[in-house]
């Protein structure tokens, strides 16, 4: 058994005064892949801004590798790949300078990779038009294709699937799950019917909470 | 007493609209304060001493979600009724 | 230490001894401020230069001095807030706010009123009322933005970054207003400014000094304890304030 | 095959690098953009001629408080839009999810948006300077103490933009809790035109707003990153 990269304990949350969950305990561990569920405001997309360090609403000890990840920030944000609602993307740049900056303040590296990886996301033609020009789609396989050069241990996804067409969901789903067999841990959320074998599932109700392992 | 009279206290030799302005203002403006403050936490007082269930304001119970608000169903309405 | 420190940060706790010491700061800070107002008004001699109209000197340096160390007050919270989250320091600025505000505007308005017997005018850019002008904006800021902020934790942090931004600057405010002003108008008669002040002047602005703060202190506690009333109207404790006809839990 | 927690990291100066470089290319790609703070800028300075009196005495005398409020109120316009656009298209929770720390990556696109305004609306003075009257001496000072003041407004205005990030009406809100901490910097900046016209030393006062600019310069950041950390929480 690998020691737990992430642990929540006893979280609470609570935001414009209503209570979104609490009590909620659980561990992510290498190569296991997780999907966060619940209704539309159950508090999905807010559990995954907690855990990936961008919401501070919230009480109870999140530990990374075992510390206080308050103390560790810097190293935890070095493992951390976190991909939210908003792709993340200026729309004036091309894919090609968005993804450069991006990762230039984690681990740059050359354009060979990110053209490859921007190929493989389906976007090769497209690596200098301005991204203001693609669709809603091609825009999110941009800030995709970070997960095909990605070396974070931990990845958060929320609602990554959004506007991706069936054939890019099912090519998603191998990606997460070859990341899994890697040893990378997976967190995500979505509303699209993803098979992904393994997959444990943490649902939020108000009120109560289950992790099924 | 700095002054001989009632009359030359309130004149102040011609600077009493000055002064009692200035006291004025004082007096009205820390009144409104503290019985303004002093309604509004009466008020709130007022709004905790209802019985639980009439606030509107309240999350749902822990123990409610067993029926939670009817499962939308996204189902047309009949817009004719009214 | 950190026992009592924990009970301090603690709602229920400060709710119970507010309310212990509210009749005590009202009752005292009214005859203080009674005292040191009718002393004032009434018996202290009067000033050789400015005949009675320096009597609003009671009025209006209590409150410029509250005024400014309310904001220093703030600001010790806002530290308070950021480092250890305590709750309790987020509602008291966000309760004393209002009343600096009050405090502030009271000292510009007695300042310009002061101004007209004195300098036959009601307004002048001198380097006192500039800065409690400042002030005032300062203030305002700060109701503004935890009025604009819904979410409770978001606007207490905000606000107390702000708070802590200002009182930084409020010393390189006075600093500057201070040299503007000599720049422009070297040598005007400042209000306060007195070589020595004979004791029939100085007890009663002192009592008018303690009563306003202990006044402060009953409008603090008072607005604290609203402002406690609504964040927790949910939790166990208020409700067994009121053992609302059995259907409290 | 295991994964293991890594712990290296690009250099914080790398990082600050490519911020400010992204900044700068995003800039270029819409430079009408630039283009408005120095529009307004002008048309402000334009105002007084035409609403106090163009006589030269009068434009002699307060020219040089009519370009630092100017270039004061433009920069403020400006301001609004130094997070507001990677808030919105979601760069910004990257940038604060970066492992660096995060008051350097604030440091490095404050930098960027002088450069964008601040350092412009400075090079514009003499031609502006010249409008009103004001003497090359003057003029110079005017520009130094520009040169020295406009990075105070920008590193001073960061605050103010990420505290209200995302609120509604947040540009009259920046406004309000921004322009009573801009006072000593305008005070000093004019104040020290006006020594200079009278012929008084003003190495002084040059340090003096160099002392803001540093005092700015250490402290600034470290607030705007605690605002910008709250304002993301909130969203």
């Known amino acids: 058994m690998s020691e737990p990269l992430l642990q929540a304990i006893n979280l609470q949350c609570e935001r414009d005064g209503r209570e979104l969950f609490r009590d909620l305990s659980f561990s992510i561990l290498p190569a296991t892949v997780t999907r966060v569920e619940g209704a539309n405001g159950s508090g999905k997309t807010t559990l995954l801004r907690i855990l990936a360090g961008l919401s501070n609403a919230w009480a109870g000890d999140l530990l990374w590798c075992g510390e206080q990840r308050a103390r560790v920030r810097e190293s935890f944000l070095r493992n951390v790949l976190y991909l939210g609602h908003r792709p993340g993307i200026k729309p004036l740049l091309s894919p090609l300078e968005n993804l450069r900056a991006l990762m230039a303040g984690r681990r740059p590296m050359g354009d060979k990779a990110l053209t490859q990886a921007l190929a493989r996301t389906g976007l090769a033609g497209y690596e200098q038009v301005p991204c203001r020009h693609l669709s809603a789609g091609q825009q999110r396989r941009v800030a995709l294709a970070r997960l095909l050069v990605a070396d974070e241990p931990l990845w958060l996804l929320d609602e990554v699937f959004t506007s991706i067409d069936a054939s890019g969901v099912a090519a998603i789903e191998n990606l997460l799950q070859e990341r899994a067999a890697e040893g990378g841990a997976v967190v995500f959320t979505t509303h699209h019917n993803v098979q992904i074998a393994g997959t444990k599932r943490l649902v939020l109700t108000p009120g109560a909470v289950g992790y099924d392992d | 007493m700095a002054f001989d009279s009632f009359g030359a206290f309130l004149a102040m030799e011609g600077h009493g609209p000055y002064v009692w302005a200035s006291y004025g203002v004082f007096f009205v403006l820390m009144a409104v304060l503290m019985v303004g403050s002093y309604r509004r936490r009466n008020a709130v007082l007022q709004s905790c001493r209802q019985p639980a269930g009439s606030r509107s304001s309240r999350a749902p119970e822990p123990d409610s979600d067993t029926a939670p608000a009817a499962a939308a169903s996204f189902t047309r309405v009949d817009v004719s009724q009214d | 230490m950190w026992q009592f420190f924990h009970k301090l940060g603690s709602p229920k706790w400060f709710y119970g001894i507010a309310a212990r010491l509210m009749p005590w700061l009202l009752v005292l800070g009214l005859l203080c401020l009674g005292a040191g107002l009718v002393w004032g008004l009434a018996f202290a001699p009067k000033d050789y230069l400015q005949g009675n109209s320096y009597r609003i000197i009671f009025i209006h340096v209590p409150s410029a001095f509250l005024a400014q160390s309310v904001y220093i007050m703030m600001a010790s919270a806002a530290v308070v807030t950021l480092v250890w989250r ?104 400042k209000l306060t400014e007195k070589p020595s002040m004979p004791a029939e002047m100085w007890v009663p602005l002192l009592l008018s000094v303690i009563g306003l703060y202990l006044l402060f202190g009953w409008l603090a506690c008072l607005r604290m304890q609203t402002e406690i009333l609504i964040r927790e109207q949910r939790t166990r404790w208020v409700q067994d304030l009121f053992h609302v006809n059995g259907g409290a839990r | 095959m295991m994964i293991k927690p890594l712990d290296q990291a690009v250099g914080s100066i790398d990082a600050m690098k490519a911020v400010f470089a992204r900044d700068m290319k995003v800039a270029f790609r819409q430079r009408q953009d630039l283009l408005n703070p120095l529009l307004f800028f002008m048309m402000v300075v334009t105002l007084f001629p035409l609403g106090v009196s163009p006589e030269i005495s009068f434009l002699q005398e307060a020219g040089a408080g009519i370009l630092w409020v100017a270039a004061l109120l433009s920069v403020l316009l400006s301001l609004d839009h130094l997070f507001r656009h990677d808030f919105d298209d979601g760069t910004l929770e990257q940038l604060v999810l970066q492992p660096q720390p995060l008051f350097l990556l604030v440091l490095a696109k404050t930098m960027a948006h002088w450069v964008l305004t601040g350092l412009p609306l400075v090079l514009l003075t003499p031609v502006l300077g010249v409008m009103v009257h004001l003497d090359g001496n003057s003029i110079a000072i005017l520009c130094l ?28 809100l920046l406004s309000l809790l921004i322009i009573p901490l801009y006072i000593p910097v305008l005070i000093f900046g004019t104040g020290t035109v006006a020594a200079a016209a009278e012929g008084a030393p003003v190495g002084a006062y040059l340090a003096l707003l160099g002392a803001f600019l540093v005092l700015a310069l250490t402290l600034a950041p470290f607030a705007s990153a605690a605002a910008l950390k709250v304002s993301l929480s909130n969203s």
Not at chain 3, 119 to 143: E, P, Q
Not at chain 3, 171 to 178: E, F, L
Not at chain 4, 147 to 171: D, K, Q
């Open chain 3, 86 to 189: 305590m709750k309790l320091a987020d509602v008291f600025v966000k309760a004393a706010a209002p009343v600096g505000l009050v405090l502030t505007f009271i000292s510009l308005f007695t300042g310009a009123v002061w101004g007209k017997p004195t300098w036959g005018t009601w307004w002048i850019w001198d380097a006192r009322l500039t800065s409690m002008l400042i002030l005032l904006f300062l203030y305002g800021g700060v109701i503004a933005l935890d009025r604009a902020i819904n979410d409770e934790k978001s606007a207490a942090r905000a606000v107390a970054i702000l708070v802590l931004v200002g009182v930084v600057n409020i010393p390189i405010i006075k600093y500057s207003v201070d040299w503007w002003n000599t720049l422009h108008q070297p040598a005007t008669f």
């Open chain 4, 145 to 172: 103490t520009l040169l020295i003041g406009t990075p105070v407004l920008s590193l001073i205005g960061a605050i103010g933009a990420a505290l209200t990030l995302g609120l509604r009406s947040a540009g009259v």
